[in-house]
Antibody, heavy 121, light 109 residues
Framework: QVQLVQSGAEVKKPGASVKVSCKAS????????MHWVRQAPGQGLEWMGI????????SYAQKFQGRVTMTRDTSTSTVYMELSSLRSEDTAVYYC??????????????WGQGTTVTVSS | EIVLTQSPGTLSLSPGERATLSCRAS???????LAWYQQKPGQAPRLLIY???SRATGIPDRFSGSGSGTDFTLTISRLEPEDFAVYYC??????????FGQGTRLEIK
């Protein structure tokens, strides 16, 4: 079945970077876009950006421009999200979620289990 | 960027009652590309509704979506104990970018 499996929890110091992975299985990796969404403790869902695994093109939310990098490895059907210059406000659960490539647009249907990133000195 | 505003923030109802959740967009959502998600504590969101009114695979028919333009509604006809959760609306019409509402917490009265 379609499944997204994310890497384990991370604890980082302020100013460091974190790289979270998301391994896809059960479908054609290059046929689905991958979103990254985060959720701070007790807060709502925040979209960070998207990567097209087929060509590697990306689009990031303005809030994260310059700090986030999304990449993919087609040989292992894995996408990565790296966030740099971490601060305490980046403490959150980070999710990857896949959506079928447009057209037409489709919302993310399959989600990873989430990766907790804690930023603390 | 389209801003989605959900109301109410918290809804307190009893099992068997009808729930009506609202999502209002700051500008018209293209082609009703509006989705609803359910999230329970410690779990990833689950897609319920897409295209404003189409149920995702495996979603019970007590869940229904309606609306167009800037006003959308999620209705749960008869609440089951497992329906108490947080619900988010999401627009994906400005693909590839998506935005979420701030969520409505549905709690047991």
């Amino acid at each position: 079945q379609v499944q997204l499996v994310q890497s384990g929890a991370e604890v980082k110091k302020p100013g460091a970077s974190v790289k979270v992975s998301c391994k896809a299985s059960g479908y054609t990796f290059t046929s689905y876009y991958m979103h990254w969404v985060r959720q701070a403790p007790g807060q709502g869902l925040e979209w960070m950006g998207i990567i097209n695994p087929s060509g590697g093109s990306t689009s990031y939310a303005q809030k994260f421009q310059g700090r986030v990098t999304m990449t993919r490895d087609t040989s292992t059907s894995t996408v990565y999200m790296e966030l740099s210059s971490l601060r305490s406000e980046d403490t959150a659960v980070y999710y990857c979620a896949s959506s079928s490539a447009p057209p037409p647009p489709f919302p993310p249907r399959v989600w990873g289990q989430g990766t907790t990133v804690t930023v603390s000195s | 960027e389209i801003v989605l505003t959900q109301s109410p923030g918290t809804l307190s109802l009893s099992p068997g009652e009808r729930a009506t959740l609202s999502c209002r967009a700051s500008q018209s959502v293209s082609s009703s590309y509006l989705a609803w998600y359910q999230q329970k504590p410690g779990q990833a969101p689950r897609l319920l509704i897409y295209g404003a009114s189409s149920r995702a695979t495996g979603i019970p028919d007590r869940f229904s979506g309606s609306g167009s333009g800037t006003d959308f509604t999620l209705t749960i006809s008869r609440l089951e104990p497992e329906d108490f959760a947080v619900y988010y609306c999401q627009q994906y019409g400005s693909s590839p970018r998506i935005t979420f509402g701030q969520g409505t917490r549905l709690e047991i009265k």
